[in-house]
């Protein structure tokens, strides 16, 4: 059996409702995690997909400690971080990074790009940053010149770079990726895809990445969590997914793929 990098027990999540709030007294909960438990060996790729609202974000928040669960425990290397205080996370942080949906508003536009990355480097006390920012553009396939560009200067494809570059620089063991290539064209899409299948091949990172489009999370994941409502439906390796999806809402998911087009090809 591989070793874990994560393993989940009953992770439950609510939230208050304050549109149902009566005049007098707290708003109703709506749980929106119901008792989630899987594990995510090291070095896979686990997609994490279903429908707009069931509880993608939540978890993927809940793993990185954006969010305390109400109960469960995320044990993270072995240890229970579901509780754990802002102080007892602060060492931890650095190893699970996430990258964002849009990088326009993640990067911040009066920084440079050399600046964007070293950031986080200083604050979490790194050596040699000019090199590891050098580094960083290397591996997500950006001009090392590209340090010295602000976002606004860049595309939407190598502003996502820019994100993914500032989250490995750090040397994490795990990346959350929620929806990052949902607002990028197709052939920027298929670059993003490529830069994060050679990380994860030569970092040995392993990534979560969230997405309601199945054909891409089919072309980079291992293994695919469906999520329905705050529920896991299913848990499978890619290949039986799509080759005997179990549950019924899977199937759908499936029927809603458009077939192939010849002129999209990857690349
Ligand atoms: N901070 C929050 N406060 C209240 N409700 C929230 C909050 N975050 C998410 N929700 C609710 O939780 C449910 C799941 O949201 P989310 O995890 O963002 O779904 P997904 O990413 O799959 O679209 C939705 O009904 C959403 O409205
Ligand atoms: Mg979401």
């Known amino acids: 059996m591989s070793e874990m990098i994560y393993q ?44 707009s609202g069931s509880g993608k974000s939540t978890l993927g928040r809940a793993l990185i400690r954006l969010i305390e669960p109400d109960a469960g425990s995320i044990r993270f290397e072995g240890t229970d971080i579901a509780h754990m205080s802002e102080n007892e996370l602060r060492p931890l942080r650095r190893r699970f990074q996430m990258i964002f949906q849009d990088p326009m508003s993640s990067l911040n536009p009066r920084r440079r790009v050399g600046g964007i990355i070293a950031g986080p480097l200083s604050l979490q006390g790194f050596d040699n940053i000019a090199a590891r920012v050098d580094e960083a553009l290397d591996m997500v396939g950006l001009p090392r010149q590209f340090a010295a560009r602000y976002p606004h200067e ?95 809402y899977t199937r759908t998911l499936l029927d809603a793929i458009p077939l192939p087009d010849p002129d999209q090809v990857w690349s």
Not at 9 to 25: H, Y
Not at 172 to 201: C, H, K, M, W
């Open 8 to 51: 989940l027990q009953d992770l439950k999540v609510s939230f208050a409702d304050l549109s149902r709030k009566p005049l007098l007294g707290a708003a109703p909960r709506t749980e929106v995690l119901k008792g989630l438990s899987f594990d995510i060996p090291k070095g896979e790729v686990l997609g994490i997909v279903g429908g």
């Open 154 to 248: 860049l595309s939407g494809g190598q502003r996502q770079r820019v994100g993914i570059a500032r989250a490995i620089a750090l040397k994490p063991d795990f990346i959350l990726a929620d929806e990052i290539v949902s607002g990028l064209d197709v052939s920027s899409q298929a670059q993003i895809l490529n830069v994060l299948e050679t990380l994860v091949r030569e970092l040995g990172l392993t990534l979560a990445f969230i997405s309601h489009d199945l054909s891409v999370i089919r072309r980079l994941c291992t293994r695919i969590l469906v999520l329905y409502q705050g529920e896991i439906v299913e848990n499978a390796l890619t290949p039986e997914l799509f080759s005997n999806p179990k549950a019924a």
